[in-house]
């Protein structure tokens, strides 16, 4: 027997082999049940449960009636087995417990739970993360975490066989437009400058690519002054951060790929669907799915129809963009009811729809407004057969697209055709380099640093808002986890399509210095992928929000209830870094409820 004050053993490790050995344990009291004459408590560790049981001695059984629930506690005692009318086969210590001969409370709970441990009962997200620490005893979350270390050490030892190296990259880095909030930190030496926390190491793993470093990785931590979402932190998460030198898009597939499904067969007894994963063209994704972050599971699709409804007379679709997805079978009255309730939720005037009849014939609202001659037409378009119903979503392009999107997933979830057995993954390729902004600029539409298909002649030569890029996202059941690109390494392209987007060479070399300079100096070609690895863990984990993986998350409010933070700090603090902070201004913030 291993010689320890609190224990010698934890609590999953007592079994029939124990009988008639004294052992010590030290845990939680999860359970007190008092039967006059004995007392029995269950004791919970992180690896399990033990029962312990007192003597029939008076002051045992009073002492340990009175011990409160949750308090941690040191049992010396002898195993026994079980009477087998007491045995607990839910638990793996379930055939034998433990006779106290000692019991001592090493720390006594003092203040009343604000909420049950290990229950079922639905609790206050706002409170459970302001006692995080008493959440975190719960089975479930404790498990994630435990899941999250083993995906963690796997994620390393599989980017490790593969030859890539772990390098650490700054957290105090340069200010950089990448597409959201930085979080910015003054600094004391530096008086009116600020470091900035990185929103990705996009740049620095860029510049290894240019030291030399050849396949380099990091499970690197990233910060966002994002609003927060299901699927998304606000402030920091991490992600499996890659780059390779001398690589093309399709060497970064081959690379993660395996890697992905991997993982998801080690940590889920789910089906993984087998790579090479699916590639859809973003545009074929936008018009076939309505989202750039298909949710492969679902078996309906979107088809275009505006052309088609140009020859008719319905004129809520004539000159719009019209979508339409095809289900199988007839739709009972109150189905349609409650799909044009949704329709109308999410901003539609209306949800029209056709069935299709035994002979071929269509039933349905707007069938009156389909001319016979191309009721046929609409047939093949639509690979329409008899009892199929087809649904119509018109509007302008953009809205239609998001429009369809919503309802081929609605459709999807109502008439239980999604597998949630499952993980599908593809990926979504070829995406604009450059998009409008909301002034109608030119502005870049994913990541500033990705290598346009065709290079220096694209961007001379093609309407911008045509060129593609060698930008590529991972996709698994409808969930994003990662972006990724072959990046722009030469000096010449990289200044170009800047200046598309409205920069001078002189603001890409304040902003970009580092990359600006270190591309003069022979920069090899690469590529990388960064996938998400809390949203990973959601998915592993069938969490419905990102905080179920995270140990201390914000809220979503960015909020730290449990350490009170953002918090206020003393005016010398902010006099070393050489703030000042306008009071009239915080009130005015807090009177219009900011």
Not at 242 to 262: C, G, H, K, L, R
Request: glycine fraction near 6%; charge should be negative; hydrophobic fraction near 40%.
């Amino acid at each position: 027997m291993k010689e320890n004050e609190y224990r010698t053993h934890n609590c999953n490790e007592i079994s029939l082999d124990d009988v008639g050995k004294k052992v010590r344990i030290a845990g939680f009291v999860q359970t007190i049940r008092d039967l006059g004459g004995l007392v029995f408590l269950d004791i919970r560790d992180m690896y399990g449960i033990t029962q312990v049981v007192t003597s029939a001695e008076a002051a045992d059984v009073d002492f340990a009636s009175h011990i409160p629930i949750e308090s941690s506690v040191t049992v010396l005692g002898t195993v026994r087995k079980r009477d087998e009318e007491t045995v607990n086969p839910k638990i793996k210590t379930g055939l034998v417990e433990i006779k106290i001969e000692e019991i001592k409370v090493l720390g006594k709970r003092t203040k009343d739970l604000p909420f049950e441990v290990n229950s079922n009962q639905d609790i206050r997200e706002d409170l459970r993360l302001q006692y995080r620490f008493l959440d975190l005893r719960n089975d479930r979350l404790k498990n994630n975490l435990i899941l999250r270390a083993k995906v963690l050490q796997y994620l390393r030892s599989q980017m490790i066989e593969q030859g890539f190296l772990e390098v650490q990259t700054p957290i105090l880095a340069n200010s950089s437009p990448e597409g959201a909030r930085d979080y910015l930190v003054p600094s004391r030496l530096h008086p009116g400058k600020f470091y900035a926390l990185p929103q990705a190491p996009q740049q620095f793993k860029q510049l290894l690519m240019v030291s030399g470093i050849d396949k380099y990785f990091q499970i690197a931590p990233c910060f966002r002054d994002e609003d927060a979402r299901a699927d998304r932190a606000p402030g920091e998460f991490y992600q499996l951060d890659m780059e390779m030198s001398y690589a093309t898009q399709e060497d970064v597939f081959e690379a993660i790929e395996p890697i992905m499904y991997n993982t998801f067969k080690t940590f889920s007894t789910k089906k993984i669907a087998k790579y090479p994963f699916p590639r859809i063209a973003y545009k074929e994704a936008m018009v076939k799915y309505g989202t750039d972050k298909p949710d492969l599971r679902n078996p309906l699709y979107i088809i275009d129809l505006s052309d088609f409804f140009k020859k008719c007379t319905f004129k809520p679709f004539i000159d719009r963009t019209v979508r339409a997805i095809k289900v199988k079978g007839h739709l009972s009255k109150g189905f349609h009811e409650k799909m044009l309730a949704y329709a109308t939720s999410i901003g539609m005037g209306g949800l029209g729809y056709l069935e299709v009849q035994e002979d071929l014939s269509f039933k349905g609202p707007i069938d009156k407004f389909i001319p016979e001659e191309y009721k046929k037409e609409l047939l093949e378009l639509a690979s329409l057969e008899k009892e199929d119903t087809i649904f119509f979503i018109a509007d302008n392009e953009k809205r239609a697209t998001e429009l369809a999107g919503q309802i081929r997933t609605e459709l999807g979830n109502r008439l239980n055709l999604i597998d949630k057995d499952v993980f599908q993954f593809c990926w979504i390729v070829d995406f604009p380099m450059f998009e409008l902004d909301e002034h109608g600029k030119i502005a870049f539409s994913h990541n500033p640093f990705s290598m346009p298909q065709g290079g220096l002649e694209a961007l001379e030569k093609q309407n911008p808002l045509d060129i593609l890029a060698y930008q590529y996202d991972i996709v698994c059941n409808g969930i994003e986890l990662s972006s990724g690109a072959v990046r722009n390494h030469d000096i010449n392209i990289m200044l170009k399509a800047f200046e598309m987007a409205g920069y001078t060479e002189e603001e890409v070399k304040t902003k970009f210095g580092a990359l600006y300079t270190a591309f003069q100096f022979g920069a090899p070609p690469h590529a990388g992928v960064a996938p998400g690895f809390d949203r990973m863990l959601m998915l592993l984990t069938d969490s419905e929000s990102i905080r179920e993986v995270i140990a201390f998350p914000l809220n979503s409010k960015a909020q730290d209830l449990m350490m009170g933070s953002p918090s206020n700090v003393k005016k010398e603090q902010l006099r070393d870094v050489h703030i000042a902070v306008s009071y009239t201004h915080l009130r005015a913030h807090e009177t219009r409820g900011n």
